[in-house]
T-cell receptor, first 114, second 111 residues
Framework: GAGVSQTPSNKVTEKGKYVELRCDPI?????LYWYRQSLGQGPEFLIY????????DSGLPNDRFFAVRPEGSVSTLKIQRTERGDSAVYLC????????????FGPGTRLTVL | DQQVKQNSPSLSVQEGRISILNCDYT??????FLWYKKYPAEGPTFLIS?????DKNEDGRFTVFLNKSAKHLSLHIVPSQPGDSAVYFC??????????FGTGTSLTVIP
């Protein structure tokens, strides 16, 4: 399977807890994107990486959200002090290079904050 | 503030007929547009794209039309097939990286 993979597929946590969501992009893809999709909405951009650095993090809703990509491949989205409003499907996508290229999406992680 | 809008949440079409999905946007700086198809429990799958220098792009049964003056985008599927039943999202960008998505249109193709 050469697609984008995301783990876990489902995560249930309690309000106030810390969670980490993982994304494995397609091998060789230099750009990686995180989106959040709430019920009845389209995906909402959070952050994108070019290599190891966050090239645009303007979509992160607040400082409880943080993402890393230390080796330019796998990325982790970290959410501190989770709130019920954080419940959504978190989607990861990768593209061969950034800028006007097709983004390949993973199946998403469904996060539920109780 | 929704910069990309899909005003029809659902659409039903007979197999073999044309499906037309519509999308409107507000940001005149958008210069690249995509359509994605999404099945339940899967991530969106890229379907077709168009840049603002064109007004039409065709790929097999799928054609995207762009009307920049009206800030309107449409996807035509001809002929529609039952396997086309899915949720379709349009997306737009001015940077080629940060995409704004519509809320999706659920297409049902009736055999």
């Amino acid at each position: 399977g050469a697609g984008v993979s995301q783990t876990p597929s489902n995560k249930v946590t309690e309000k106030g807890k810390y969670v980490e969501l993982r994304c494995d992009p397609i091998s060789g893809h230099t750009a990686l994107y995180w989106y959040r999709q709430s019920l009845g909405q389209g995906p909402e951009f959070l952050i994108y990486f070019q290599g190891t650095g966050a090239a645009d993090d303007s979509g992160l809703p607040n400082d409880r959200f943080f993402a890393v990509r230390p080796e330019g491949s796998v990325s982790t989205l970290k959410i501190q002090r989770t709130e019920r409003g954080d419940s959504a499907v978190y989607l990861c996508a990768s593209s061969l290079t950034p800028n006007y290229n097709e983004q390949f999406f993973g199946p998403g992680t469904r996060l539920t904050v109780l | 503030d929704q910069q990309v809008k899909q005003n029809s949440p659902s659409l039903s079409v007979q197999e073999g007929r044309i499906s037309i999905l519509n999308c409107d946007y507000t940001n005149s700086m958008f210069d690249y547009f995509l359509w994605y198809k999404k099945y339940p429990a899967e991530g969106p799958t890229f379907l077709i794209s168009i840049s603002s220098i064109k007004d039409k792009n065709e790929d097999g049964r799928f054609t995207v039309f762009l009307n920049k003056s009206a800030k309107h985008l449409s996807l035509h599927i001809v002929p529609s097939q039952p396997g086309d039943s899915a949720v379709y999202f349009c997306a737009a960008s001015e940077t080629g990286n940060q995409f704004y998505f519509g809320t999706g249109t659920s297409l049902t193709v009736i055999p």
